[in-house]
């Protein structure tokens, strides 16, 4: 795929799993690799750019499994862009699909 | 692959970026292992599932990497000086050209250089640090540094034009003498040293070239492997050793109580040379001394040829295997042989005692300095002419004026001229 679409979308994904509460990282990553095939590896970095952002925030909490979690908060921010992106992602995907079609009758 | 070596691999990697970026994605995967181990996961499924690190490194955006560009910049010139009494001084200084001299007072000044292009920046950097008494500084290679850079490659191509050439950085180092010890190294990058007083210098090159000038130093130990080392007016205390692996070495206005220069595949030359021991050793290079002074001389090579000119002393021993020895020495004792080489001696007057021996060389002596000797040649098949007479046979035994040089010449098809 595209990256710079697959970018688009990931970022979108991950602040999407956020409108319904904070999570840590590995939950993410857990969330978006039942749906989708990527290295989770690559959602590191786009939840650090988020936070650079400042469409998201982190915090620490203790944790029995060894190092603290990072929990990321979406930001009011945050939640405006995710809202303007998934709208932008819901014409585009409109159009392609009607594009597709077309193209197929 | 298990934890620790994908970690490894991961920092290294990581390493083209700046440092709060690195800790945090190095804490984000430890974090990930351990929850993924919590859950019952190998570490083999966990690596899997954090999958290739060059694709997560090309999710970095180029903000990421111009930060770090503009930190690397800020570093690529540096410049310190430092007034502590170091007990020694090493510098690294990779494939950067280092120069090293005296410094003129009493302080050690730092002054690095590096005028190559981001990726280059990016790739080297200068560091300095003390411990123990000991002041080090030099270049460093980012490791992982060139896998590290590909990834930044793919991300923009601003540094696509692919080589890696390292001109440009340079690093130059004052030295004050009352630092007892200075050791300097590079790989590729030449090394300069002049005018140091310190008491002992050990200096290093792998591929770079290495010039010794004006040094007054206790000891003093060059090496090289395929660099060429060039030295010219040393005055070394106690001990001097050169060495190289392929590297010639050529030394000039020389002088030390005890002097070695050995190489492998190299050519030794030395001339202006004031010693008492003087050990010139290859395998298959060429050796030549040229004026020097010295009570024992001995040189060694197996293939190549050998070469003395205008050579006092004690002792002059000489031995190769292929190669020719044309000795023009005045000494009181020498010693040859050769295995398919000739041997020439001449230039003599104090000689007492001379035994030159070939296989299947030719040997040829002159005495015509030389008030009296006794003479004893053998050969097996080649043809002896001694001072004017053809000898038969396979010995000759012979004497003149007072006979005090003993003179002792065999070959075994070689011919035999003693003049």
Redesign the interface.
Known sequence: MN?QLK?GALELCVLSQLVGGDK???EL?ERI?EEMS?????L??????LKEEAYVTTYLVE????????YYHLTQKGREYQQSMQQEWEQFQTAVSRLIKVQSV | MTKSEYMQALREKLHCYNGALQQEILEDYEQHFAEGMAAGRTEEEIIAELGNIEDMLQEFSEEDLKQEIEAVEAQANQNGSYDTLYREVVIEGLVADVEISASGDDQLRVNYVNEGNEAQKLRYYFYQYEEDGVFYAGVKERKGGSDGIKGIKGIWGLFSNGSWSSDNIELSVEIPARIPAVKLRTTSGDLTVQRLRNQSVEAQCASGDLRLEKLRCEQLHGMTQSGDLEAEELRVGSKLKLNSTSGDLDVTDVSAPAMSLQSTSGDLRAEQVQTNNLQLQTASGDLEVDEAVSDLIHMQTASGEIECRDVRGGTLQVVTGSGDAELEADVEICIGKTGSGSISLEGCAKLQKVQLYSASGDVHLDLEMVEGATIVTHTASGDMVIRGYEASGRSYNCSYGSGACQVEITTASGDIEVE
């Open positions: 990256t970018k840590y990282g590995y990553t690799s990527i290295a989770s590896g690559t590191y970095p786009i939840l650090r750019r944790s029995e499994s060894g190092p603290a979690r990072k």
